[in-house]
């Protein structure tokens, strides 16, 4: 399985990313691979969460005035 993600270099130097699927679930390392490890213990651990709880997910549309 392969899993699509986000990243960038922050200010200090550390790569900073987060799951496509969690993008609220943010985390980091001092390079790629490590960034890489810490997302797949990222995706385990939010993976057996989200199968206890089970929560149904919808979206909603919000107006707002510019």
């Known amino acids: 399985m392969e899993l699509e993600y986000t990243y960038w270099k ?3 130097g550390w790569f ?3 799951l496509n699927i969690w993008p609220e679930h943010l985390t ?3 390079d790629i691979p490590e960034l890489e ?3 797949a213990d990222l995706y385990e ?9 089970k929560v149904e997910k919808k979206a909603g ?3 707002v005035t510019a």
Do not use: P
């Open 10 to 12: 922050s200010k200090d």
């Open 16 to 18: 900073v990313g987060y």
């Open 28 to 30: 980091q390392g001092k």
């Open 37 to 39: 490890e810490m997302l």
């Open 45 to 53: 651990f939010y993976k057996e969460e989200q199968e206890e709880t």
């Open 61 to 63: 549309r919000l107006k």
